[in-house]
Nanobody
Framework: QVQLVESGGGLVQPGGSLRLSCVTV????????MGWYRQAPGKQRELVAT???????NYADSVKGRFTISRDNAKNTVNLQMNSLKPEDTAVYYC?????????????WGQGTQVTVSS
């Protein structure tokens, strides 16, 4: 079983920055893709950014050039540096990871951390 724990959310003014962190607790699995998703009120959960174990990254168009994802494979942690934040970035941000358990791919989610961008 893999437990993901996020931290770093909060209230920030437009144009500000936040750094989200996600640590893995009690994991003996090697994680494949790790990433961040977000869900705003009344909207579906959407991909923000992902990073593979090899370091390949993928970003939503809406955050390209503003957000940077990074991971530490040895520690199974993933971070999201968010700059130039906009009110539309307000959402609950969820850490995500997947791992092979036998022949099946298991998906794991954190509990979420609130990010609010407002003046």
């Amino acid at each position: 079983q893999v437990q993901l724990v996020e931290s770093g959310g909060g209230l920030v003014q437009p144009g500000g920055s936040l750094r989200l962190s996600c640590v893995t607790v009690r994991s003996v699995l090697s994680l494949n893709v790790m990433g961040w998703y977000r869900q705003a009120p009344g909207k579906q959960r959407e991909l923000v950014a992902t990073v593979t174990s090899g370091g390949n990254t993928n970003y939503a168009d809406s955050v390209k050039g503003r957000f940077t994802i990074s991971r530490d494979n040895a520690k199974n942690t993933v971070n999201l540096q968010m700059n130039s934040l906009k009110p539309e970035d307000t959402a609950v941000y969820y850490c995500n990871a997947d791992a092979w358990v036998g022949l099946k791919k298991a998906i794991y989610w954190g509990q979420g951390t609130q990010v609010t961008v407002s003046s």
